[in-house]
């Protein structure tokens, strides 16, 4: 019987500066790739586990990655349940399996679940979902430090980022696997606001960094919630793994080299160690990251009606509304609307984190766990850097980044009926008044009243 290896595709949807992959070319035996596509179900109140927007960002990435290992002559299988691999490969067949390791309670059941259906396999693990490699740090995963600045003082004085490695050139006749269409997988085909395959990912890199030197006001912009370019939107491209997070700083070094550094250029480097972070806490706290994890069995009846206010984009709160409305249509939503949506969910409503947390990973195009339960912990005040009063003033914040109303009235436009020093101050105006331009009443009160 002929030997194979196994390339097992996970968060790393790409062939450029992949580790497993790499190392996976490296062996004399022919490989089949495989992948495992998210299924929809049903979490609370009617909320799907992922949204059609992102599992289309998903299938797109993986589409675009089937073109490129058909075009090397490896077959990728797309499959929702491992234990489906076994009508398409005789485990005994399977010599090594090769993967990028990462750290989330489904990702070690899938893990378990490969280990038992190829258990006379040997598995051979690498990483490539952070920007520095853990042997890197200076200091053990164990010792990574609970509070960020102290984290990225220590990274900043020490660290050399490797360069990021080229594709292999690699040529087989392997096995070939047709892809599934996005509706047998259990999904409706959506327009995906954000194209998601790898030479999509490189086209923005390049782009945002080199041709347009965009990066070099990026500090300055990155709060904005209108233009396309007021953030570089290589999130999705990271958190779907179709780039590679050294990729992005060879690539902002080469534009600091050409266009010059600047703090904006800083920022982007701020902003990979802020993931990175995340991602180093998640290893070392594995199950205590969730803690404390308090997503409810099932909605109090006042639980049920904010969070479907929230939902719908129907809070009073203009803001929110927007970002909401944004987010379940077309699974985006700027950084700082992230971050006053958490704080109008967790300190406005009194609603669970990790119900927030959950409902982000449904609609959210670059959800990942660490950066997502990492971020929503951080506003909360939990976990391994607590602090009290992070609380945005949702009316302030929008009338400081929204100062034009632009953002508010595309989501909102019955908005536009008010004069625009009004429109963030709506929870202001009477009922009557607010009914009239068929905007809804606030749902909750302020926080500090």
């Not at 927007?322 to 958490?342: D, F, I, P, Y």
Request: proline share 5%; net charge negative.
């Amino acid at each position: 019987m002929e030997q194979h290896n196994i390339i097992w595709f996970r968060y790393d949807l790409r062939l450029d500066d992949n580790p497993a992959f790499i190392a996976a070319t490296k062996s004399s035996n022919p490989l089949i790739a495989v992948t495992l596509f998210p299924k929809k179900t049903t979490i609370i109140q009617g909320l799907p586990s992922i949204s059609d927007a992102r599992a289309n960002a998903i299938y797109q990435a993986i589409e675009s990655l089937h073109q490129r290992l058909t075009t090397l002559g490896i077959g990728l299988l797309v499959i929702q349940n491992i234990a489906d691999i076994e009508a398409k490969v005789n485990p005994s067949s399977i010599e090594t399996v090769f993967y990028n390791d990462y750290p989330g309670t489904e990702e070690h059941k899938q893990f378990l679940a490969m280990k038992a259906v190829f258990d006379q396999s040997t598995f051979q693990e690498s990483l490539s979902y952070s920007l520095i490699h853990p042997d890197q740090l200076g200091f053990s995963i164990e010792e990574t430090p609970d509070v960020f600045t102290s984290f990225r003082k220590q990274v900043e004085k020490t660290v050399v980022v490797s360069a990021p490695q080229e594709c292999p050139n690699v040529l087989q006749d392997g096995v070939r696997y047709s892809l599934p269409s996005i509706k047998s997988l259990g999904f409706e085909e959506v327009l995906v606001l954000i194209p998601s395959g790898e030479e999509h990912a490189i086209d923005r890199l390049q782009y945002y960094c080199i041709e347009s030197a965009k990066v070099r006001t990026y500090k300055e912009t990155r709060n904005g919630m209108f233009d396309w370019d007021d953030s570089s939107k290589l999130s999705m491209h990271l958190s779907l793994g179709t780039l590679s997070p050294r990729r992005v700083y060879a690539t902002l070094k080469e534009a600091e080299a050409i266009h010059g550094a600047n703090e904006s250029t800083y920022w982007l480097w701020f902003e990979l160690l802020w993931r990175d972070f995340f991602y180093f806490t998640h290893l070392k706290e594995q199950q205590f990251f969730f803690q404390p994890w308090d997503f409810p069995v099932q909605l109090t009846s006042k639980q049920q009606v904010l969070f479907l206010a929230i939902l719908q984009g129907q809070t009073g709160y203009p803001l929110v509304d927007a970002n909401m409305k944004e987010l379940v249509k077309t699974g985006w939503m700027s950084n700082r609307g992230r971050q006053n949506v958490a704080s109008f969910f967790v300190h406005y409503c009194k609603l669970p984190w990790s119900l927030g947390a959950t409902m982000f990973e449904t609609y959210l195009l670059d959800y990942n766990v660490s950066s997502n339960v990492g971020n929503w912990r951080y506003v909360a005040g939990v976990g391994n850097d607590p602090r009290d009063h992070r609380i945005f003033n949702v009316m302030k914040q929008g009338t400081q980044y929204d100062a034009s109303t632009e953002y508010i009235v595309r989501w909102l436009p019955q908005l536009s009926a008010l004069p625009i020093h009004q429109r963030y101050l709506v929870n202001k105006l009477s009922s009557s008044q607010r009914s009239t331009i068929g905007y809804p009443d606030p749902i909750v009160g302020l926080p500090w009243q």
